[in-house]
């Protein structure tokens, strides 16, 4: 991933540098089982874990040779010291090192993540609770609908990204899963027994059966739960750039001193970190597709999920980091216009409160389709001409012989359309 | 989704008759909730429950003119009972019906589908228990490796479907959600416990917060489960093909009587269910890419999800559906070679134990690479020329100083490889 | 695909009906060219044109036995005729019946879409041309920019959609490829020579080599290409949709007698068939991933690309022809709203113009980031108070220096900000 | 792109220093033509090009402030000569820069990706007609059909590679497209005549109509070409996988002194560089996704698309001219094993000409689903068996009675199978 959308944290654990120290890790620890075991001599990964210093450069530069990375990289460490390496890798794969240390990089990577939606989340409800009883129009297909309020729009999200949150640690833990099985999973020249001791040094668990490797539709599940968070991200702040866009402005992204938002119009301000978040949020959405392609391998496995597990892994986690720390500071800085939110609210007087009237004169009487057509030609009139919904009620033969004036004004309420907000905020915050 | 694929139950489940009747059973649970608050008219739901026929090219006639399916189907059961509809859908908007509806609808679905995976794994286990035994050479890369066994191959699956069974229904679960919380889901004219009532009659939680829909993040994970479970279907699928094709002939998908593999060919005998299931498992892909951008929707909703559900939905889980039953019936109906298994493991001698060999050098005292390169030499040398292993090593002269014929024949047997094969059986079939 | 997608003219064009009368035709065609060679008899293919009454459920019934649909086509038509069918297929593999049926079929879509796509392509110069000088505020970001004028946003999809037509008839021009070349490509049984003569008559060209099959790529370009043209309709769907939203009200999709916006919400006026626009070009997206999944297949074929394509095809061309219909039924009851473009376009005073101002005082000797500093402050005060651009920048010490009141009036000018509309017109247009 | 896949000259074209150079080119000329008018004093842009030494690490500090990569460009270049950049950008907008730079960067790039298609042309044709006559069984469904050649199987390659270069450089001519139109394309503080002679300048012409940005439409086209290309990458990839597989053993990917298989299994030789090459196409699929879901942008631009461009142009073109270059060289150096081509072709005596014995009883008055049975039930009999497919004809009664074992031999012939491969390789090569 390129720098611009990196954060140090996940940018060190997809290094060369870890990669190459968890294949170190799990090798070690390995053989210390084998000392246990008998078979290497005491002292061996004591020895190997003291002395060696892992030099990327020379790894990649034995590879030229072999074409092979795990190879080169046993090499280098048989390089320095090659008795203690004798036993080094004995009845392991170049797979239950890769696979292994993956598992011990992913769990890195989701730490992380899972950080990062806590603090999100935090967030989410401070918003959530400081604007609850904010009123704000509610649309729907862009239209003025009914009132709703800026914290409750805040409340979906806390709701929605705290099951993420569990989506997401649901997947973690199943890439928490290590294997040390050897070259097709049968343990020929290893044993269970090995394996789970070593694993559980490592703080994995050993998959209940692997081939050569562990079944990627475990990384395909991890992909897209990464790509459904991208999508909750995606529409956050697609609605925090519907709330900026001139006409509305009830919600300003964090605009610096010294921030310019145009080079040629001075005047602007744009929503660029949302816009932003929007068009990462599609690259998720693409590596979830490389990661359910992957899964479809040949026999006891091929290597064709090993190239776009290179670049897709890296690339969603550190992506999914810097975007919801990126949200999570925008949102710190969001400017809220309860003022604006009122002004638009009210913008076209009481037509909002339609299905008010609809269910006062159904209360009344009427059939339904008949009072809709009642209260659609008042209210589309209203809109049109910009006159007056419950004054136009009252002059319409067909509403004004059920509904007094005072009833038509009682259904324009606000408060009355907002007094569950109390209801539904406890469910989501007790 | 075309007749080619589909199977009545899932096909019935999504017609646009059991459509309706979900809507219709919603809509006359509310009205009783609505009786029983005294806003209706006591005996309204039972009467409309007894006396509406739903009859759909009447409803898509007053969709014509009113291009809004809900109020259609409203206006169709207002048609026929006027007095007793008065109150039908008081409070609600369309999409509580509509989300509620469906999720009724996708919970037949889930519980075919989760019948299906209890099929699947039943014939994976006795494949997997019957074949255990079974040697055949375990292949990576497409390259002859070490020995697995027929039996290991169907457990992996079986391991695999196993987690899949349990991912889709957390996901089936998400889905088991309602709400009729009215228009942006504030339930202005409604109430939580109206909600929680009706719901709770209909099987279906609330979902704790809605805008005036669900919110859609669970479709794209139900859809996202189904993608997955399909990559695994394709890689069962594509290693049966592997499996059957000509130089292999380890495994054959059934070929009835009269059965025809090629208008022009007439010798041919095709994995054609196998192939099918491949290109059908492309399809789950792409439906939850859709399922992904249908995420993002405007404020309290936008519309656009709806054209492509209307599509997806259906498509997904009857493709699922046919897909596992496809699986099903081929696998039940698998010819298994045991003998051409061996034929193949054994087509180049001892190679394929060039592990073992490695594995007996380092303890003869040799440094992993050293060996390694005593190994492979003799190895390639063995395939090129169709050599003899055991005594191209016995006849190199860094080899043969360490070790014994003896002692390399001891290493070429695969019954040492395969000993751990109960052990791994265990920890998945108990 | 569902009815409620699908025009009638293209439905036909991928029933079942339709593809049996292209095997059909390219059979009986075929069996022409051999009877001119002298190896069938002299009149078969009349007998078989003029005699065969097709009947797809007996095709079906006799295919639950052969499990290969071409041989039971076959069959069907061996059952009329037996004597004059006995050189039918003679020399042929079922795939050269299948794609060169395929390519008859994509010719007939095609020319149905390229005539949806001159219409929009009318619509939209009609659009263009009629709202050439309605000024409009121009948005970028969601945020007001510069004017732009209401014709400019038509031309821009004009001069989009005919690139796209151009596209289009290159990639359905690819797929004019037929081929009768056997088996696995080789013309074993059959010469380039007939292939050509038969092609030709079905109006079709040879592809140049081929497997059993027409290499997928090709295919899978013309997906993309729909996919490609979907991206746009969603783009000028989603702008309607924006100029339609409550706070914009600019555009207005057409709104029948009669037509209901919301089952609960009497005054909405939504803009749904943009909306449905949107959600079907995901699924157009989702179409061209599968093609291109498509492409990779085994050796001389393997049959995965089959049960997809059978599914895609017909989808993504009905659903194109299906949209580009709507879309342009839609264009064409679009109701315009210059007044309130008027309005939108002069809701913050002169702020739209500070490019012109920048401008202005880099002429007048600032230098362009601190001509920009003076401008940005003044344009955001302006912008936060509702004040007046031009006084607060006349009230600026470091402004007011430079320029004079009469100097930034006349940069607050949309006339000199459209006067090159005319120039852009004429490129496209001519 | 992570080194592993990158090559040179492709890094350094997406390079942030190219990036800048780019920027600076345009911006300079567009001074020039500035200064030819009048506007600005003769000699700035010289002054510029001569004075200004871009420091990325410079731009980047600014953009800490400015949060805009153009602006703290311009910034930079104002730092060094302040007076001589007092027209430097002036009537620009930064996309202008933007999209007329990528267009540079992509002509770079495309060049370069061309020159890579000529080359895997030129390997193709090489290899196709160096093995026009090594005879080899075709495989549909991947069991044996009937023979093809090992040339006929690059031939097809070529072709398709051909039909890439083509859409390639159709795609990259769309791309050769700058704008110089200003803030939202009306060229309000600009001319389309300065922005014809800029473009004219730098090799590009001028997008017809824009907004603040080259309409994206172009850009996921050439993103949807280059997945279209990596579809063809991998099914030539692919079937050399399969060609390498050990029961096959026909084609040998290159195998370097010193190069290891596997860290477990010295005997293994693997198709790395194939398998390699399918999991990137993979990822060139995935881009595409994000390409088109980058064109829906909102009004006159949003800039959504700008962070996933900023990532997969340079990604997908990285990735293609390292995928073309690493096909080029594994073909260079493939083994082709005539000799176990034939043992494969005859490894099931006569059985793969059936078509031609079912051919010889048509003629011979058989109906083809009667002579069909016949065939096919000696053919299957032949393979189970392991038979002889002429002899066991011979000894069928209803065979036998028709043809004679001589006519029976006649048909047993690759020879007669292959006779239009000339004619097929006269129709690619000429």
Redesign the interface.
Known sequence: ??N??SRTQLSEIWSEKTRYEKWFLVEVEYLRALEEEG?AEKGSADIIAESVALNPSRINEIEE????D??AF??HI?EQV??A??????????SD?LDTGLALQVREASTAIDKDLADLLEVLRTLALANKDVPM????????????TAG?FF??YY??FR??RE?FN?AAE?MRAGKLS????????G??EREAKVLKRLGLEPA??T??II?R??H??YL?VI??IG??V??LS??I??H?????SEMFEPF?????????????????LS?????????L??????G?????????????????????F??ATILLDFMLARLDSMLKGLAIKPEKMRE?LE??GG??F??????LL?RK?????EA?RI??RN??K??ETGGD?AKLLMEDDDAGKFVSPEEINETIDAG???R??D??FK??FG
């Not at 050897?182 to 020249?189: L, R």
């Not at 479809?296 to 776009?308: G, M, N, Q, T, Y």
């Not at 009487?365 to 389709?369: F, M, S």
């Open positions: 991933m390129i611009r959308y078979i040779t072999t074409r092979h795990v190879i046993l090499t048989e090659p008795s390496s004798r036993f080094l890798h004995f009845g392991l794969t170049s090192v129009i509610g649309r729907t297909h862009g239209i003025h609908a009914e009132p709703v409750l409340a979906h709701d929605e099951r993420h989506r649901g199943e050897g070259a097709v999973g049968t343990y020929a020249y044993s269970p209940a059966v081939t050569q079944h539709e475990r395909a599940n897209n790509a459904l999508a909750t995606e529409k697609l609605n750039r519907h900026q866009r001139t006409e509305v610096g001193r010294g921030q310019k938002g145009s080079s040629a119009m001075p005047h602007k301000r744009n929503p660029v816009e932003n978040l929007c068009g990462l949020a599609r690259l959405r693409s590596y979830a597709m490389t359910l392609e992957n899964v479809a391998l040949w026999h006891e496995r091929d290597i064709s999920h090993s190239s776009a597990e290179r670049i897709v890296p690339d638009n913008r076209y037509v909002i339609s299905e008010g009237v609809l269910s159904i009487g009427l059939k339904r389709q809709y209260v659609q209210a589309l209203a809109i919904f009355h359309s907002l569950n907000i209801a539904i469910r989501i």
